[in-house]
């Protein structure tokens, strides 16, 4: 492991991005300079997904790339996971946050040739929030009650209930903004694509790549500076590494941790690591017994060295956990005291939850992502010592969904980074707008009641300091036992230039990246 | 005469030494095969760890010799299974001829045409990934194969002497099929099974190496190069000495079965 | 013969129905259907239900079943239900690549295996024979999995290098990028089927050397060359052409395995890919193609046993 060049990499990237998102509204093109000649193909790999290009339904890291490269939203995140205008060039709140008024930007063209016009934000998101569609993302963006064209170029959301965050959660993947005429047919969606980004959909075949062309009309007058993309997929992280190394790809996204050493220390390449919001946690469902008391779930969790961890799983790649899931990369974020190992409490809170002679517990593990198996391994060597039997039992994917997820029993989630605290919180605690996969929303109403009220703060350090409340509670008496969160980890050779890695790596902004003169002029 | 002379004895030889070991296993392991020592993962053999470790920092030496346990009980087992379905069904249509062995061999047939790994596949998707229904998949696919070596058999026993006369003694159907006729049809029986068992220990080991048979943390043969393939890269024993274990046995049982054809005289 | 073939066609399309008809069984009998797949864990209850209708999942088993008949004797596949795209292509794709890596791989057993098998015949029970019968046999008894990443780590490891370790190219990309995809994998399976070959060759070769036809030849002046080329060759050939089409059903399941390992778009991983999203109508129209495949192959293999022994007949 060679944590100075990853601690390096990681102050010089996140410098250059506080740098460009000082800069609100329209950062201007960069000045290229003779040294640096635009064009080439930067070729990415990922090694899952792509089986569709359909914004409004695909739910995968790979499929977010692409039409993030295809696509725009109303607004993006910086590197603060702050909104930053993209179609939309400003925002206004109204009523106490029940009211978002958006105003387009002018003069954007989508790739087809027409102009953008409020229309198609209205036909977009009207779209996404249809039962009709079943979208799978219709639950994601928040209370929406509807939305209108007040007139060419302005939107206006009127949401169920006040939502300060949604100009955040308008930058989702599922929110991005297609030409009406595209909506019409939802299969040929799959395929084709109406957008107005950086990039033309040049080839897709499902499963394997999509390759994207320059688009010579986007609104960032000189961007992108590439002539295309291409994202393939590979089957595992070892080919996926061996072809980077041969130099036939430049760029991979989701490295794993294992490999990230190797990356980073091969002469012209650059390991980028961010601190991410991504983890894999166990739920300890808490309407049943052993973990319906809660000195058992506080025994389990500290039964977990959480830094040896993070070592062995994520090869030390990651930020540690206290059993919530806003890690530093959110808005919502508050530093919390961190979590140790305690066996001989553990055994002491058994003890007095009258467990003393140990319990057999069923531990579920989907086998993908391996990380979800991986946690479940090493879980039930670390909570052995304070009488924890845990029966292991890996499933296919498939039947993990049928039989396991969400229904009450003990099993491994596994979470990508949000763009807002809110939508993880939500989504992992709430009965109603999320699962309560836990399973403890019934018995803590009070702290259901602190994320509700949170929703309604406009102001982001009140707001802050309200989801703090939250955290302690989840750390002290929550269902989730969540070691850490998992970096996000990019591989580079030096010649892309310009590119930052976010804390939601498939949030992939490519608009201003540049190929440098020392990189292979390859077609494919 | 296809096969070395020796293959009896050498196949013969390997065999015994891998049943030992995977029978021994539990007092000569130096370590659990759970233990995990996070901060030995992936090394060398060594001193203490004699041929390395794994992902997890588990002693590869002990998963090895405990991995044999899984992959021969899954070979031997499928075998079995096929035995069991695939013997009843050969003597009988092969006895009983007719439309019955039309009709038997037809579905035979189409069973041999369904694509062994596709069935597997659905077995095990419905049933959900595990050892025993990967023993399932792999017994089943063998049964007709079976059925229909042990029906040429019998169709060639049918009219022989030994059996006219139980007939003529006025014995019963099932008393010529299983007393008179499978005796005679053992020794071929028993190559083809021995021959299969190699087979069926490759196959499971391959089901378990697609993610489909023996499931994490067991030590199996198939899954430990599975696991150890996110890795090849990094350290190849995790591959090797599983590997190694698996192809040895292998091809132990093949020479051995090839051994027992030429010694009893039968193809 | 002719009355033989008509038949065999028959049965050959009474199994193919057969197959459909238990392969849709078999997966509406597994939990969870396309759309809990599509869905995954954002899956709600209104959700699911919608796109089950949308995709036609509410509609009684007989007469999903129905319908898809219906479609396919039109000669229309149906869309796939996880890719979204058209089946006969996608099917069309993946099983042109294995087709390529299958041909591949038996071009090479039977260039080098009857060779090899001939070698060992002529110097039969000396250490050419040893050897090579001996190397073949390892060679099948390793699993599939096992050979191709030993050679993965070898000869494509950061080392050496010198093919790429996964994945496919397109022909038109460059000859040589397309070949260079097809080693490794295509290598790997013939290890694996070498054997099989070599073994015939040389048994048949062996038996027939022995035969009273070739000492007449002999006692003419013959050359032992021309003996082999001429007679001994063409009858050896036989059982070698039988043990090929057997290869074909070892080869399918070999080939998943392969591609698995080498990442290989090919057919294997795609029916791995349909069961797992539980995708009806690609899993249909892969499982009637594999399975035509193979017993076509078969067919094919006794219409040419026959074609070339003009003792066999056919009734």
Request: net charge positive.
């Amino acid at each position: 492991m060679t944590p100075n060049i990853s601690r390096r990499v990681f102050l010089r990237t996140t410098g250059l991005v506080t740098g460009a998102a000082a800069i609100p509204g329209l950062t201007p093109a960069r000045v290229v300079a003779q040294s640096e000649k635009p064009g080439g193909l930067l070729r990415v790999s990922v090694t899952f997904g792509l089986s569709t290009i359909n914004p409004i339904m695909h739910i995968s890291g790979a499929e977010w790339m692409a039409t993030k490269w295809m696509y725009n939203n109303l607004t993006r995140l910086n590197a603060k996971r702050e909104p930053v205008p993209d179609l939309a060039e400003s925002w206004t709140a109204g009523d106490g946050a029940k009211v978002w008024t958006f105003k387009l930007r002018q003069g954007v063209r989508f790739h087809h040739g027409r102009e953008l016009a409020a229309d198609d934000v209205v036909a977009s998101f009207t779209t996404l929030l249809d039962p009709k569609t079943a979208s799978p993302y219709r639950g994601e963006v928040g209370p929406v009650d509807r939305v209108e064209a007040l007139d060419k170029s302005t939107v206006r959301f009127t949401m169920k209930s006040p939502f300060s965050v949604f100009p955040a959660i308008a930058a989702v993947p599922n929110a991005r903004i297609v030409a009406r005429e595209g909506l019409a047919d939802m299969k040929a969606l799959a395929s084709r694509e109406f957008g107005t980004g950086p990039f033309k959909l040049k080839e897709f075949v499902p499963g394997d790549r999509v390759v994207v062309e320059r688009f010579a009309d986007y609104f960032r007058k000189g961007e992108p500076y590439l002539d295309g993309v291409s994202l393939r997929v590979f089957p595992d992280p070892a080919t996926e590494l061996t072809a980077f190394k041969s130099k036939e790809i430049d760029l991979i996204s989701g490295l794993t941790p294992d490999l990230f050493s190797q990356v980073a220390t091969l002469a012209g390449a650059e390991g980028l690591a961010v601190a991410g919001g991504t983890f894999a946690a166990v739920t300890l469902p808490s309407d049943k017994p052993p973990f319906n008391d809660n000195r058992v779930r506080e025994a389990l969790k500290l039964c977990v060295d959480r830094k040896l961890m993070l070592a062995a799983i994520h090869n030390g790649q990651g930020e540690l956990g206290v059993d919530h899931p806003v890690s530093s990369a959110y808005d919502g974020y508050s530093a919390l005291a961190p979590r140790s190992a305690d066996l001989e409490r553990a055994r002491r809170l058994m003890k007095d939850a009258g467990l003393a002679n140990g319990v057999t517990v069923k531990l579920f593990a989907a086998n993908s992502p391996p990380i979800r198996e991986r946690i479940a391994v090493v879980l039930q060597e670390m909570a052995r010592p304070a009488g924890f039997n845990l029966d292991v039992e890996v499933l296919a994917y498939d039947r993990y969904l049928a039989q396991v997820w969400n229904k009450g029993a003990m099993y491994v989630v596994y979470y990508a980074t949000r763009p807002t605290a809110d939508a993880i919180l939500m989504k992992l605690y709430h009965p109603k707008e999320g699962l309560d996969e836990g399973r403890w929303a019934a018995a803590h109403p009070d702290a259901i009641r602190l994320l509700e009220q949170a929703r309604e703060i406009v102001d982001p350090d009140r707001r802050r300091r309200h989801y703090a409340d939250f955290l302690k509670t989840s750390r002290d008496e929550g269902p989730f036992m969540l070691p850490f969160f998992a970096n996000e980890l990019n591989g580079k050779w030096a010649y892309v230039r310009d590119y930052r890695l976010t804390p939601s790596s498939s949030d992939m902004v490519l608009d201003d990246v540049w190929l440098a003169g020392d990189a292979p002029k390859k077609k494919t | 005469m296809t096969s070395l002379p020796p293959a009896l004895g050498v196949g013969g030889a390997i065999l015994a030494l891998v049943l030992a070991l995977s029978f021994a296993a539990p007092w000569i392991a130096p370590f659990p095969t759970t233990e995990q020592h996070m901060l030995e993962r992936l090394k060398p053999p060594g001193a203490r760890f004699l041929l390395g470790t794994d992902q997890y920092g588990r002693d590869l030496l002990s998963r090895t010799l405990f991995g044999g346990r899984p992959a021969l009980g899954l070979g031997l087992g499928a075998v079995a299974l096929g035995l069991v379905l695939g013997v009843p069904i050969g003597l009988t249509a092969g006895y009983v001829g007719g439309r019955l062995d039309d009709l038997v061999m037809r579905v035979v047939d189409a069973m041999l045409a369904f694509p062994s790994l596709l069935l597997a596949l659905l077995i095990i998707t419905a049933l959900g990934a595990s050892t025993g229904h990967a023993l399932l998949a792999i017994g089943v696919a063998n049964g007709p194969g079976v059925a229909r070596i042990v029906r040429s058999a019998t169709l060639a026993l049918r009219e022989a002497e030994f059996v006219l006369a139980a007939r003529a003694r006025g014995e019963r159907h099932l008393y010529v099929m299983f007393g008179e006729i499978f005796p005679n049809v053992l020794p071929p029986v028993i190559v083809e099974g021995t021959l299969r068992i190699g087979f069926a220990i490759l196959a499971g080991a391959s089901l378990s190496f697609l993610g489909l048979g023996v499931q994490p943390p067991a030590a199996d043969w198939g899954l430990m190069i599975r696991e150890a393939r996110q890795y090849v890269f990094l350290s190849p024993w995790p591959l090797l000495v599983p590997g190694t274990a698996l192809a040895f046995t292998i091809v132990a049982f093949n020479l051995f079965g090839d051994g027992l054809r030429d010694r009893l005289g039968a193809t | 013969m002719a009355r033989y073939a008509l038949r065999r066609l028959a049965s050959i399309a009474l199994i193919l129905v057969l197959v459909s008809a238990i392969v849709f069984v078999a997966i509406h009998v597994l939990p969870g259907n396309a759309a809990t797949l599509i869905l995954g864990e954002y899956a709600t209850p209104e959700a699911l239900r919608t796109l089950e209708r949308e995709m036609g999942l509410d509609r009684p088993l007989l007469v999903q079943y129905a319908s898809w008949v219906g479609s396919v004797v039109t000669g229309d596949w149906g869309v796939s239900l996880a890719m979204k795209q058209p089946v006969a292509t996608v099917v069309g794709y993946r099983l042109r690549n294995s087709a390529f890596l299958a041909l591949a791989a038996l071009i090479v057993v039977v260039v080098v295996g009857i060779p090899l098998g001939t070698l060992a015949a002529l110097r039969r029970g000396r250490p050419l024979d040893l050897a090579i019968v001996t190397a073949t046999y390892v060679g099948i008894s390793i699993p599939e999995f096992v050979t191709g990443l030993l050679l993965l780590l070898v000869l494509a490891g950061p080392s050496l290098g010198w093919f790429p370790t996964s994945g496919y190219v397109e022909l038109a990309s460059g000859v040589t990028a397309w070949a260079r995809h097809l080693v490794l994998p295509a290598m790997t399976l013939t290890i694996a089927l070498l054997a099989h070959v070599v073994r015939q060759t040389r048994s048949g070769l062996a038996d027939v050397l022995t035969a009273p036809y070739i000492r007449t030849a002999r006692l003419k002046g013959a050359s032992p060359r021309r003996i082999v080329l001429r007679h001994a060759l063409r009858n050896a050939l036989l059982p070698t052409i039988t043990v090929l089409a057997l290869d074909l059903g070892y080869l399918m399941g070999g080939i998943v395995v392969v591609e698995e390992v080498f990442a290989y778009p090919g057919m294997g991983r795609l029916i791995i890919y349909a069961v797992q999203n539980r995708d009806v109508p690609l899993l249909q129209m892969c499982a009637l193609v594999v399975a035509s495949v193979y017993v076509l192959a078969n067919f094919a293999a006794d219409l040419a046993y026959a074609w070339l022994d003009p003792r066999i007949r056919y009734s």
